[in-house]
């Protein structure tokens, strides 16, 4: 069997770290930051990482184990 592409709009979008964690950048800190407050956007700048349930869906678009 032939090997799985991986699809590049995700692979832009999420990154493994060493211990297999998908990690991935919050949204919400383009545009409209004026009425989000100090802390919300403090908060949005962190790296977040994605659920046991997610990481499965994303382990099918990115093959990394």
């Known amino acids: 069997m032939p090997k799985m592409k991986t699809r590049r709009s995700a692979a832009k979008r999420y990154r493994i770290s060493p211990n297999g964690k998908v990690k991935y950048k919050k949204q919400g800190l383009r545009h409209i930051l004026t009425k989000k407050s100090t802390k919300r ?3 949005l700048r962190k790296t977040g990482v994605l659920s046991k349930a997610e990481q499965k869906r994303a ?3 990115i093959p990394y184990r």
Do not use: N
Request: proline fraction near 0%.
């Open 41 to 43: 956007k403090r908060g």
């Open 59 to 61: 382990g099918t678009l």
